[in-house]
């Protein structure tokens, strides 16, 4: 039976509205709008909306895909995004879910290691040395975060949208964490959106939108990931006196974040006073820190991914073959693993780590 749902995800992930779509089609709105509220499409009407979507015939006629509520999603930018940018983002989400979900028939993945500090809400430095403390990982850098955030079962992939609305975003799905990262931020960006996303999940655990107004729950969530990223007592210890901006852009590759973020972490423990925050702050823009990084650290790729992608090269299987399986369009899965997994095929077969499920 033709889907419903998944003309529905297909259209949003081409970021077209249903008059859109029917004007490409060349079917009426009427046609469209029956054939995404549960109607059964003729055979043409069919093979026009496949022509059009670019997505394999098989996908629509699949089980229900797994469907994002927006209320179950934590949009850094929600108020700033258009309709159908949110609409594109949650229906990668779904494919998301079913990518991994098909890796994980294939392969035993970390089980999820976090814990619900909703309780901490208003209190987000202390939830944050609160996982540090369970993680075990103390007050040092966390270096590699994605391997981090990985070995702790969270699930990473990307949002490869070419919008400045879509920073990143995070969800619980059956029980398993998600973060998307926009692969074309900065490297520093994506750490401390990755950061800012883990704050969501474990303080506004399975209902950001019920848990805070969405202006507290950002700010929440960048406090979070501001102390987690930049542990009070390592800043203290790692630096004496803050007196320029050029201190702190050679500072920050210690924590891999950006001079923007360390400048205003300084201020928030008290390294910085008004006036020199500012004017450290001015000084950076004025070399261009505000709009990028002009000395960068390097990006981070899922260790997951590519032990995943390595061990099925190994056996054949490509990422056109996994496509082929989800009856998703090859570009689907490259725009899920876009940034993340590009060093994999030269990777050797891991030795140890994941392994494949009898």
């Known amino acids: 039976m033709f889907s419903a749902q998944r003309l529905k995800v297909a259209r949003h992930r081409k970021k077209l509205s249903g008059k859109q779509l029917a004007a490409a089609a060349g079917l009426t709105d009427v046609t469209v709008s029956k054939a995404e509220n549960g109607h059964q499409p003729d055979e043409t009407t069919i093979n026009k909306l496949v022509a059009v979507l670019g997505y394999p015939r098989e996908y629509f006629f699949m089980d229900e895909p797994e469907v994002l509520e927006t209320r179950a999603v934590s949009f850094r930018s929600l108020k700033k995004m258009k309709a159908a940018e949110r609409d594109a983002s949650l229906a990668a989400g779904s494919h998301g879910i079913a990518l991994y979900q098909w890796i994980d028939t294939r392969f035993k993945l970390p089980g999820p290691d976090l814990i619900d500090l909703s309780k901490e809400h208003g209190r987000p430095e202390v939830a944050a040395r609160l996982l540090r403390q369970h993680w075990g990982i103390g007050d040092r850098p966390v270096g590699n975060i994605l391997k ?19 920073d990143a975003y995070s969800f619980w799905h059956d029980d398993r964490p998600y973060i998307f990262l926009n692969q074309k931020k900065t490297a520093e960006r994506s750490n401390f959106d990755a950061a800012h996303e883990l704050g969501h999940l474990v303080l506004h655990f399975h209902a950001q939108a019920e848990s805070a107004p969405e202006d507290d729950a950002e700010r929440e969530a960048n406090r ?55 004017s450290i702050i001015i000084e950076l823009g004025n ?33 056109r073959e996994i496509a082929r399986e989800l009856n998703l369009p090859w570009e689907e899965i490259e725009s899920l693993l876009f940034g993340l997994a590009a060093k994999s095929l030269a990777t050797p077969p891991p030795r140890a780590g994941l392994k494949l499920v009898d």
């Open 224 to 278: 979070f990931a501001s102390a987690f990223l930049m542990p009070e007592a390592d800043v203290k210890g790692s630096i004496t006196y803050v007196y320029s901006s050029s201190q702190v852009i050679r500072a920050k590759v210690r924590w891999k974040v950006s001079a923007m973020a360390l400048a205003n972490r300084l201020h928030q423990v008290g390294m910085l006073t008004e006036w020199n925050y500012r």
């Open 148 to 166: 981090l955030f990985e070995s702790k079962g969270i699930r990473i992939l990307s949002l490869s949208e070419n919008t400045q609305n879509v």
């Open 287 to 319: 070399q261009g820190y505000r709009l990028g990084e002009p000395l960068g650290v390097e990006r981070e790729v899922s260790t997951v991914l590519a032990k995943v992608l390595s061990t099925l090269w190994t056996k054949g299987i490509t990422k």
